[in-house]
Structure formats: structure tokens, C-alpha cells
């Protein structure tokens, strides 16, 4: 079992930058793929990207994709996310997430574990 706790949220202007962090507990943080969800008011929790144990392969959803990147750090048990160029549609809750397989499955999976999320809110 992993805990995670999310931090880096904040109010930026639009085209402004945020980077999340996600710290995990316990020993076995190299062998979950990793994840970032998204919940806006109102809307379904979205995927937003994903990568490998080792950090080698990441996923990205399309809406992000050149604006966000996502990574970890195995010795220090910590997952990022990079925000770069924010609108205000990456409005949201952002939540960290872990499991036990590939970091392919979880763009179309819900994880086992999550964070209690962290608010991300841009201005116009």
C-alpha cells in the first residue's frame, strides 16, 4: 500500500507555471506507475498523464501535451508535474495517483491509490 499527499497548488495567471508535487510513503514507490487526474466543478476526473516505474516512458492527455511534463524521482519517493503556459480550463483539483501496472493502463484505468488532491486555479 502507498500514501500520497499532493502539494504546489496555488492561484497563476493565465501562461503562468506551477509545478505539483506528490510524496509517497513506504519502500516500494519504484514499482507503481504514476499518475496526474484533473477534477473541474462540475466534471468527470480526467486523466491528465502518466509514467513508467523508472520514469522512461510518460503518457500525456492531449489537452497538456507540450505544456506539461510529468516525472519522478525514485530516490526521493516523489512525483512532479510541471504546468507551463496554464489556461484557465487546467482549472481544477489535481490529484496524485499510483498502481501496480503500466503506465499505458492508467490513461484509460482509475488507480488503486489516491492523494487528497491539491487546488490548481487559473485567471484569466
Known amino acids: 500500500q502507498v500514501q500520497l499527499v499532493e502539494s504546489g497548488g496555488g492561484l497563476v495567471q493565465a501562461g503562468g507555471s506551477l509545478r505539483l508535487s506528490c510524496a509517497a510513503s513506504g519502500r516500494t514507490f519504484s514499482s507503481y506507475a504514476m499518475a496526474w487526474f484533473r477534477q473541474a466543478p462540475g466534471k468527470e476526473r480526467e486523466f491528465v498523464a502518466a509514467?513508467?516505474?523508472?520514469?522512461?516512458?510518460?503518457y500525456y492527455a492531449d489537452s497538456v501535451k507540450g505544456r506539461f511534463t510529468i516525472s519522478r524521482d525514485n530516490a526521493e519517493n516523489t512525483l512532479y508535474l510541471q504546468m507551463n503556459s496554464l489556461k484557465p480550463e487546467d482549472t481544477a483539483v489535481y490529484y496524485c495517483?499510483?498502481?501496480?501496472?503500466?503506465?499505458?493502463?492508467?490513461?484509460?484505468?482509475?488507480?488503486?491509490?489516491w492523494g487528497q488532491g491539491t487546488q490548481v486555479t487559473v485567471s484569466s
Open positions: 509514467v513508467s516505474w523508472n520514469g522512461n516512458t510518460a
Open positions: 495517483a499510483a498502481d501496480r501496472t503500466t503506465a499505458f493502463r492508467l490513461m484509460a484505468t482509475l488507480p488503486d491509490y
